[in-house]
């Protein structure tokens, strides 16, 4: 799967943040660092987002979003 991101430049290198992950960023002195970093975040985000669904009383489901 795809996920779009945002990269910053900054003074300390490159900020980047995934669209619609809503708090889910990183950062890296490089460009190809920062996306490297990003996929890791993206990674842990959507594995806690499993992990408290699964939680929930609710029942977890899949929907495919052409």
């Known amino acids: 799967m795809k ?3 945002i990269l910053q ?3 300390e290198g ?3 943040s ?3 992950l809503s708090g889910c960023h990183s950062q890296g002195a490089t460009e190809a660092e920062a996306l490297e970093n990003i996929v890791d975040a993206i990674r842990e ?3 806690a987002a499993k992990e408290i669904a699964q939680s929930s009383e609710g029942r977890v489901a ?4 052409a």
């Open 18 to 20: 995934a669209v619609g």
């Open 9 to 11: 430049e900054s003074e």
């Open 3 to 5: 996920y779009t991101v």
């Open 62 to 65: 899949e929907v495919e979003v």
């Open 14 to 16: 490159f900020a980047v």
């Open 45 to 47: 985000y959507l594995e």
